[in-house]
């Protein structure tokens, strides 16, 4: 259903049972930036009412899941630990050109959206089945089925504002060099690394 090319390495989830805490850290954190990213689409396209409205909505559900995690955090005895750079976010967005006309600008992020909650859907999915904290499995099992609806809906919105055959060429264009990156990671206790 994500159409993802390259599935994560199952053993991904011994590091993450190693290293709980470093991995709650980055969770809240992805959370974070999945509510910042809602809010400069707002801010950069403020025209496309249908978007505003379902990014307001999102902002208000990244950021309860931040809330979520961060009280898990707490829960542990443990505080928030700083943020780190995302590799996979950052490698990713060097796949489109900069530039080009505001519609193009928006359905490349709306992709690099789509793909990032495709990939996060996949690794909760992974949490979920095989974490030995079975509340913690649960946590992402129910975390996952938000991940997948936000990613059905980022890749809607590019295809409902861009050229559906476009659209659909950069998508699959996107997934394989997605599948290039994560040939080199799946090796850290970060959701995306």
Request: overall charge negative; aromatic content about 10%.
């Amino acid at each position: 259903m994500l159409g993802l090319k390259l599935p994560t390495d199952p053993r991904w989830v011994n590091i993450v049972e190693k290293n709980i805490e470093d991995i709650l850290t980055d969770h809240a954190y992805c959370e974070q930036k999945a509510a910042s990213t809602a809010i400069s689409l707002i801010v950069s396209f403020p025209e496309y009412t249908e978007l505003v409205q379902e990014m307001i909505a999102l902002v208000k559900e990244e950021i309860s899941h931040f809330k979520m995690v961060h009280d898990r955090i707490l829960a542990q005895g443990w505080t928030l630990g700083r943020d780190r750079k995302d590799d996979y976010v950052i490698k990713l967005i060097t796949f489109f050109p900069k530039g080009g006309s505001r519609t193009t600008q928006l359905v490349h992020r709306l992709l690099y959206a789509a793909l990032i909650e495709a990939r996060s859907c996949e690794r909760f999915r992974l949490l979920s089945e095989a974490l030995e904290d079975k509340e913690l499995a649960e946590f992402y099992r129910k975390l996952m089925v938000s991940e997948a609806n936000h990613y059905t809906m980022f890749l809607g919105f590019a295809r409902q504002y861009g050229n559906r055959e476009e659209v659909d060429k950069k998508w699959n264009d996107l997934l394989e060099f997605e599948a290039e990156i994560m040939k080199n990671l799946g090796t850290s206790e970060t959701i995306h690394g």
